[in-house]
């Protein structure tokens, strides 16, 4: 059965660095952009980064730009969510998805979507 698989989360102090994993079984994650996604507790489900198929451009939610960096393995079938300078703020489950096309600010419709993984950023 087709599958995406987060990994990496954990618990990290204020300030600390945490690389999220997303990957890919039973599918060829190359023809597909990713995007990830976070929801805290009692919040909605916001987007945070996606990367795209086409040409591995990227777009970052401006409360995460210039601390997250999003990029693909397509070798290892993987898509990478590198986290530094994390807040408290960022606490939340993040989820990977796969689209085959995406619009304006990650917008588009997922065909995939992993289980999530918990980050929590305290002290």
């Known amino acids: 059965q087709a599958q995406l698989v987060e990994s990496g989360g954990g618990l990290v102090q204020p300030g600390g660095s945490l690389r999220l994993s997303c990957t890919a079984s039973?599918?060829?994650?190359?023809?597909?952009?990713i995007g990830w996604f976070r929801q805290a507790p009692g919040k909605e489900r916001e987007g945070v980064s996606c990367?795209?198929?086409?040409?591995?451009?990227?777009y970052y939610d401006d409360s995460v730009k210039g601390r997250f960096t999003i990029s693909r393995d397509n070798a290892k079938n993987t898509v990478y969510l590198q986290m530094n300078s994390l807040k408290p703020e960022d606490t939340a489950v993040y989820y990977c998805?796969?689209?085959?096309?995406?619009?304006?600010?990650?917008?588009?419709?997922?065909?995939?979507w992993g289980q999530g993984t918990q980050v929590t950023v305290s002290s």
């Open positions: 039973m599918f060829t994650l190359a023809y597909y952009a």
């Open positions: 998805a796969a689209a085959t096309k995406l619009g304006k600010h990650c917008s588009g419709l997922y065909d995939y």
């Open positions: 990367i795209m198929n086409t040409d591995s451009s990227t």
